[in-house]
C-alpha cells in the first residue's frame, strides 16, 4: 500500500472517530453509560415568591435588621447530616435530611420580575424569540405519559398559569387542575341525576357518532378528542377516590397540616392512582400577609410559612417512605428566586437569583443533606454552580429521560434541558 493511500485511510478513520464522538450524547460519560435513575413520579412543591434561602435551607451568621446587619432572620440548628445545618424553624426536616438534598447554588440572571423568573423556573430557560417552551410537567408528561390510563400524567394542584402550560407540545401533554383539596377538578364531577347506566348509554351514543366521522388529520381536533376521552375515563368513580382525604387516618391529616399539608397529603394519594408528575403550589399569603415575597414587615412573620413548609414536607417524605413510594417518587421544592442577606428600608428582604436553594428529596437519589457551597452570606456560589437546566437535567435524569434530546417545534430543534448537566454525586 503506497503512502497516500494509508494516509488517506487514517484521515477517513480519524473523521470517523471525530464523527463518533460528536454524535455521543451529552449525558454518556467516559465509560459510555448514561446517568439515570429509578423515580417514576414528581411531587414539584413551587413557593411562589421567592423564598430566602439563607432563612431556610442556607443558614449563615445571624443578622440584624434594626441595626442594618446583613444575615440571617433566625438561628440555625444541626440535621441528620454531619455538617449541614438548616433554619431553626425546619426541625422536622432537619431529622430526616438523609433523604434530602438542598442544592444551595442554582442561579439565573433574572432578579427583579417574579413573571419572568418563574417562567424561567417552570420551562428551565428564559423567554427566547417566538417559541413557547413547554413546562417541566408537561415535558415529563410527554416523555413518560401516566402510569396508569386511569389517572393524567399532569396534575396541577392551584391556579393555572401558562407558565406551567404545554407550550408546542400541545394540549395532550396539558395539566388537569385543581383549586380545593376536597373536591376534585369540578369539570369532572358528575351531576347526581347523571347514574352510571346513564352515562355509559352518552358514551356509547358518542362512540357511534365518532364510528360515522371521517379520520382528522387536524392534530388541534385529534388532541381535543384525546382529552375529551380522558376526562370521560376520570370522571368515574376509581379516579375520584384520589380525593376523598376523609379515607385517610385523622391523625396522619393532622400531621400534614392545613391547606398546604392537604395538597401534599393529596399528592400522595394521586401518585398511587398513577399520576407521573404533580405540581403543589404553596403561596398562601393569609399565613404573613406577603406569602415568599418577604419585602419590608412581611418577613416578620415568615417563619409560620417556614414551619407549615416543614410540617407537611417532612410529613409527605415520611408517608411515601411508608407507602414504599419514596424511592419512586422526587419530591422537589422550586422558588423563582431568593433573597439577599441585605435587609430593606422596612426590615425585609429583596430578590437574588445569583445563588439560591431548590430541594430535592427521595427519587432514589444518593442524597447528602446539601450540595454546591455559598460564600458567607449566601450571596456568591464557590463551589459547584447548578444552572437551572443542570437542575432540570437532575430531574430528568433520575426519571430515566434523555435530557440531551430534543423536542421538537415544528421543524425546529428545542433540546429539553438547554444544554443542562444533571449533578452526577446524586446518582452513586
Not at 115 to 136: D, E, I, Q
Not at 194 to 220: N, S
Request: with cysteine; net charge neutral.
Amino acid at each position: 500500500m503506497n503512502s497516500q493511500a494509508l494516509n488517506r485511510r487514517r484521515f477517513l478513520a480519524t473523521g470517523a472517530a471525530a464523527a463518533s464522538m460528536a454524535a455521543t450524547p451529552a449525558w454518556a460519560s467516559h465509560e459510555g453509560q448514561r446517568i439515570q435513575g429509578q423515580a417514576e413520579h414528581v411531587i414539584s412543591i413551587w413557593l411562589g415568591g421567592g423564598m430566602g434561602q439563607i432563612d431556610t435551607f442556607d443558614p449563615k451568621r445571624k443578622g440584624d435588621p434594626s441595626k442594618k446587619k446583613a444575615g440571617a432572620y433566625y438561628d440555625s440548628i444541626p440535621t441528620a447530616v454531619e455538617g449541614v445545618e438548616v433554619c431553626e424553624h425546619l426541625p422536622k426536616v432537619a431529622s430526616i435530611m438523609d433523604r434530602v438534598t438542598a442544592v444551595r447554588t442554582v442561579n439565573h440572571s433574572v432578579i427583579d420580575e417574579h413573571a419572568a423568573a418563574t417562567n424561567w423556573m417552570h420551562v428551565g430557560r428564559p423567554v427566547s424569540g417566538t417559541v413557547v417552551y413547554p413546562s417541566l410537567g408537561s415535558i415529563i408528561a410527554h416523555e413518560r405519559g401516566a402510569v396508569s390510563e386511569a389517572a393524567p400524567p399532569y396534575v396541577l394542584i392551584g391556579y393555572p398559569n401558562s407558565s406551567r402550560g404545554p407550550g408546542f407540545l400541545g394540549a395532550k401533554d396539558s395539566y388537569l387542575y385543581l383549586t380545593e383539596t376536597g373536591r376534585g377538578p369540578a369539570g369532572l364531577s358528575r351531576p347526581d341525576a347523571i347514574t352510571p347506566g346513564r352515562q355509559a348509554r352518552r358514551e356509547q351514543y358518542l362512540k357511534d357518532l365518532r364510528g360515522v366521522q371521517p379520520e382528522t388529520k387536524d392534530a388541534r381536533l385529534r388532541d381535543y378528542e384525546a382529552a375529551a376521552e380522558l376526562s370521560l375515563r376520570l370522571s368515574g368513580p376509581e379516579f375520584m377516590k384520589s380525593f376523598a382525604l376523609d379515607n385517610e387516618p385523622a391523625e396522619l391529616r393532622e400531621s400534614y397540616g392545613g391547606e398546604f399539608g392537604q395538597r401534599c397529603l393529596l399528592s400522595r394519594r394521586l401518585v398511587e392512582r398513577g399520576v407521573r408528575f404533580i405540581e403543589v403550589s404553596h403561596n398562601l399569603n393569609f399565613l404573613n400577609g406577603a406569602g415568599w415575597d418577604v419585602h419590608n414587615r412581611g418577613i416578620l412573620d415568615q417563619h409560620k410559612l417556614i414551619r407549615e413548609m416543614d410540617d407537611a414536607v417532612s410529613t409527605l417524605i415520611l408517608d411515601l417512605e411508608d407507602h414504599k413510594l419514596l424511592d419512586k417518587t422526587l419530591v422537589v421544592i422550586t422558588t423563582e428566586f431568593g433573597r439577599p442577606p441585605q435587609f430593606d428600608g422596612g426590615g425585609g428582604r429583596g430578590h437574588q437569583g445569583s445563588a439560591f436553594t431548590c430541594v430535592l428529596a427521595g427519587g432514589g437519589l444518593k442524597h447528602q443533606g446539601a450540595y454546591g457551597e455559598t460564600n458567607e452570606l449566601s450571596q456568591k456560589i464557590v463551589k459547584d454552580p447548578v444552572s437551572v437546566p443542570d437542575f432540570f437535567a437532575t430531574i430528568h435524569a433520575s426519571l430515566g429521560i434523555d435530557y440531551a434530546k430534543s423536542l421538537y417545534d415544528g421543524d425546529r430543534p428545542v433540546p429539553i434541558t438547554d444544554g443542562g448537566i444533571p449533578i452526577a454525586k446524586l446518582f452513586g
